[in-house]
T-cell receptor
Framework: DGGITQSPKYLFRKEGQNVTLSCEQN?????MYWYRQDPGQGLRLIYY???????QKGDIAEGYSVSREKKESFPLTVTSAQKNPTAFYLC??????????FGPGTRLLVL | GEDVEQSLFLSVREGDSSVINCTYT??????LYWYKQEPGAGLQLLTY?????DMKQDQRLTVLLNKKDKHLSLRIADTQTGDSAIYFC?????????????FGPGTSLSVIP
């Protein structure tokens, strides 16, 4: 089965804690993306990567970090510097110039 | 600037047609997309239209594109309760350094049995 997986489905963060959200794809896509979704708003781009070992900031990168050590994996770390992390996080992937496909999402909640 | 606008809510009766509207600002956009999001789930690509087309039909879905007014619509015929979801319109501008896609805020469709 080809697709994009995200884990965990729900994640709880304590004050001052860094947490990492996983995103894996077996579609052999070159590009991967992280979006944040808040109620009543469209998706906002956090980071994107067009190729292994390279990534770029999106519109709201502050308080987040990523890595792209393997083509199929693009983990997102929400750092303690992100003061309002509660949101639904969506990972997507695509071949360059083609449609983006999305994973099932991770909901992050603050304790 | 780049912006995609949609009304936030739409309510229809089961069996009626639903029309979800969207306006976008970038006339260079190459592709325009409709995604569906069910509660607690990711976005599912419903359909897309290339900017040189006026209309695309796929079973119960009809997409209309008015390039002059930068207006996109999605018509769902014979709307069912399973169509209740949030529908996102998105555009892909031509002149960007990466495969940038701009999403609207989403239209929450409620289908009344």
């Amino acid at each position: 089965d080809g697709g994009i997986t995200q884990s965990p489905k729900y994640l709880f963060r304590k004050e001052g804690q860094n947490v990492t959200l996983s995103c894996e794809q077996n579609l052999n896509h070159d590009a991967m993306y992280w979006y944040r979704q808040d109620p009543g708003q469209g998706l906002r781009l956090i980071y994107y990567s067009q190729i292994v070992n390279d990534f770029q900031k999106g519109d709201i990168a502050e308080g987040y970090s990523v890595s792209r050590e393997k083509k199929e994996s693009f983990p997102l770390t929400v750092t303690s510097a992100q003061k309002n992390p509660t949101a639904f996080y969506l990972c997507a992937s695509s071949n360059l110039g083609e449609t983006q496909y999305f994973g099932p999402g991770t909901r992050l909640l603050v304790l | 600037g780049e912006d995609v606008e949609q009304s936030l809510f739409l309510s229809v009766r089961e069996g009626d047609s639903s029309v979800i509207n969207c306006t976008y600002t970038d006339s260079s956009s190459t592709y325009l997309y409709w995604y569906k999001q069910e509660p607690g789930a990711g976005l599912q690509l419903l359909t897309y239209i290339f900017s040189n087309m006026d209309m695309k039909q796929d079973q119960r879905l009809t997409v209309l594109l008015n390039k002059k007014d930068k207006h996109l619509s999605l018509r769902i015929a014979d709307t069912q309760t399973g169509d209740s979801a949030i529908y996102f319109c998105a555009e892909r501008p031509l002149k960007t350094s990466y495969d940038k896609v701009i999403f609207g805020p989403g239209t929450s469709l409620s289908v009344i049995p």
